[in-house]
């Protein structure tokens, strides 16, 4: 029988290159499974059903919540995003590492659920450079800029709440030491709980032999 | 300045190559220091002052427990042994990572002490296993093989109450294992809570200029 997976929640600032780091942990090992979220907002260009998102109806939406098949959901301007529940745990009992990118207040909520969940928040090493990765991409006006600037002041509050805490500084090391931070998730002894429990069984036969 | 190292406390049963692996640690990697117990013991052919153990009268020992110089201390057999508090803190300050190999009280008291300790215990893959490395060493009687089983047997009912697990298999894969799970310790949101009161405060003006 294999080994449950571990459930990895990971979350950051906009432009702390998170998307890049799952990308990474995806591509480089083999023991990961990206888990898609669901969403009632509309398809961009280029975005695939069932690869980007699970693009569903908010009737549909209301269904899921109904059957509780979600593992936690929210709504931001008006559209609904969630967790379908079924392919995560399918996932963790095939023995992967499932990775779910979520925001700070969706993450919090599947940590008070299962609490042996791994909470991981990605950062630059500091405000200045966030703020430089944001104008570096040309893509956003100031506005955007500050207004993301505003969120990641409000998602720092909750840092302190999560597991690791990931620098992303040079990306090859954020990647190396992100996999080490889960790897070691697999040794904790709620994981190893059967190895122990065989070992004291085995073991105890030299107590009562004397 | 530099980031305090982490204190870690390495337990395992007899037979389980804790030594073994805490050497490849100090030698594979530059971030380690190992830190050096107190005893009242006779020095065993072969032992340095200094190296091995602190060789010193039991006069000696009362008068560093009195000053508070131990980290912790026990009794095993008529003599004492303990941990001396300078040199942890001084290699701790300096950055590296202490590592303490003591037996399970010993441990649980620094444990409750220090909560930041990083309590790892080392066991082979069965008691089975166990079993065959005592008696492959062709050392020991089968008296002795049997007390430490008995011994072994006392220690795995402490093995929930450690932080991670180190199952010694492949020594290889243990070594890079118990590294990365040491290397994950620094990550944790006390380690990095500089880190962190930076990014609030650097990000706190762009809420304010609003």
């Known amino acids: 029988?294999?080994?449950e997976g571990t459930l990895i929640?990971?979350?950051?600032?906009?432009?702390?290159?998170?998307?890049t780091l799952v990308k990474r942990?995806?591509?480089?090992y083999n023991?990961?499974?990206?888990?898609?979220?669901?969403?009632?907002?509309?398809?961009r260009p280029g975005?695939?059903?069932?690869?980007?998102y699970f693009f569903v109806t908010k009737e549909e939406f209301q269904r899921t919540i109904d059957r509780d098949g979600l593992l936690e959901y929210a709504c931001y301007c008006d559209n609904f995003y969630g967790t379908p529940k079924a392919y995560v745990e399918e996932q963790l009992a095939e023995g992967k590492d499932v990775i779910l990118e979520i925001e700070v207040q969706?993450?919090?909520?599947?940590?008070?659920?299962?609490?042996?969940?791994?909470?991981?928040?990605?950062?630059?090493?500091s405000a200045q450079e966030l703020k430089a990765r944001l104008v570096g991409r040309g893509t956003e006006t100031e506005e955007v800029i500050n207004k993301r600037m505003r969120r990641a002041s409000e998602e720092a509050k909750c840092?302190?709440?999560?597991?690791?805490?990931?620098?992303?500084?040079?990306?090859?090391?954020?990647?190396?030491?992100t996999h080490c931070i889960i790897q070691a998730s697999h040794s904790t002894p709620d994981r190893v709980s059967k190895l122990i429990d065989n070992l004291k069984e085995e073991?105890?036969?030299?107590?009562?032999?004397?």
Chains 1, 2 share one sequence.
Do not use: W
């Not at 969706?106 to 090493?125: H, N, R, S, W, Y």
């Not at 073991?203 to 004397?210: A, M, P, R, V, Y």
């Open 25 to 28: 942990l995806l591509a480089d």
């Open 203 to 210: 073991l105890s036969s030299f107590s009562e032999g004397e």
């Open 1 to 3: 029988m294999k080994n």
């Open 47 to 52: 975005e695939e059903h069932g690869k980007s």
């Open 9 to 19: 929640v990971l979350s950051g600032f906009a432009g702390s290159g998170k998307g």
């Open 106 to 125: 969706g993450a919090l909520q599947i940590k008070e659920k299962f609490p042996k969940t791994l909470l991981l928040f990605v950062t630059p090493p």
């Open 31 to 43: 023991q990961y499974a990206l888990s898609i979220s669901m969403t009632t907002r509309m398809p």
């Open 159 to 177: 840092m302190p709440l999560y597991d690791y805490i990931i620098v992303n500084d040079d990306l090859e090391e954020c990647v190396k030491n």
